[in-house]
């Protein structure tokens, strides 16, 4: 499956992000400095992106569609709400703080890698379900596309829409206040 163009953000840093709280389902509201990288974010994708080239799509959580709402003010382009791109549910760990969950659920290893420690978060959603859902997203679309979303969700999105196995989640770069470009089965970060 050739895909059109999209580009993939991760919604703008949140308290819960700056305080290390898992924030899963739940939401808190951005920073300044992420409504600053939502800004910037939209003042960068209003040179290319317009309602006659692309659409609009974002999780519907509240942090993902703030980060949403500049792009759609300075485009003219109508955000799609989308379920399938909410955040990966983090079961007995959302709300808690990075201490408390190593307190509790120490890592078997040291320095554990991130993914692992998702993979391992007790009742949460599994990788299995996040890369379904993100493969029913890829598959609606039908132009270029802007697509606002979420730390894990977006990895998994942009591993999978590059054609990659979920061996290569590790592979792709993350991070707030970044757009990652997807064309012609490249990835890169787009400025």
């Keep these: 499956m050739t895909l059109p163009e999209i580009f ?3 919604h703008g840093e949140t308290e819960w992000n700056r305080a290390a709280r898992m924030q899963g389902g739940l939401d808190s509201a951005l920073t300044g400095a992420g409504r600053q990288q939502a800004s910037d974010m939209a003042r960068t994708l209003a040179a290319v992106v317009t309602p006659q080239t692309h659409d609009l799509w974002s999780s519907p959580q509240g942090r993902a569609i703030a980060t949403a709402e500049p792009i759609a003010q300075l485009t003219g382009c109508s955000i799609r709400a989308v379920d399938d791109l909410r955040e990966i549910a983090m079961g007995d760990w959302v709300g808690l703080d990075r201490a ?10 040291e320095n554990e890698h ?3 420690f998702y993979a391992r ?5 599994t990788f299995d379900a996040l890369w379904d859902r993100v493969g029913r997203v890829l598959d609606a679309i039908v132009r270029p596309t802007v697509i606002v979303t979420h730390g894990m969700t977006s990895r998994f999105l942009r591993t999978r829409a590059m054609g990659w196995g ?3 989640l590790r592979d792709l770069p993350g991070g707030q206040g970044e757009i990652y470009r ?8 787009y400025k």
């Design 8 to 10: 993939v953000l991760r």
């Design 100 to 109: 408390e969950i190593d307190r509790r659920w120490p890592a078997p290893v």
């Design 114 to 116: 991130f993914m692992d």
């Design 121 to 125: 978060a007790p009742n949460a959603e």
């Design 166 to 168: 979920r061996d290569r």
């Design 182 to 189: 997807i064309i012609n089965g490249q990835h890169e970060i």
